[in-house]
């Protein structure tokens, strides 16, 4: 699979939580991104600044690890929509213990 191709249910399912917490403030940012990881699962950069509207997912997620969430980063090389290779993010949450993401 492309990295730009994203499942139409993932997608359904980030729009869903884009439509739920509107507005682009960092913090709303960051909440959207722990929700979608937390429900949706792994995402990449391109998901998140697509389908989340997150134009800096690197730096959310960095100020995310500030706060002490455990996220994962695994690097894949897939191609891009002009058909290049390209390495990409894919974002993960780490094995937590439950209620650490009560009240996202």
């Not at 139409?8 to 959207?32: E, V």
Request: proline share 7%; charged share 20%; aromatic share 4%.
């Amino acid at each position: 699979m492309n990295a730009h191709t994203t499942p139409i249910s993932k997608r359904k399912a980030l729009r869903a939580i884009l439509h739920t917490r509107t507005g682009n403030s960092a913090q709303t940012q960051r909440n959207r991104i722990m929700q979608a990881l937390a429900t949706v699962g792994p995402c990449t950069t391109a998901e998140l600044v697509r389908w989340l509207d997150c134009p800096r997912p690197g730096g959310r997620l960095n100020e995310l690890r500030n706060q002490g969430y455990r996220i994962e980063t695994h690097w894949r090389t897939d191609h891009t929509e002009a058909g290049e290779p390209h390495r990409f993010a894919l974002y993960a949450l780490a094995p937590t213990l439950p209620g650490i993401l009560d009240g996202v």
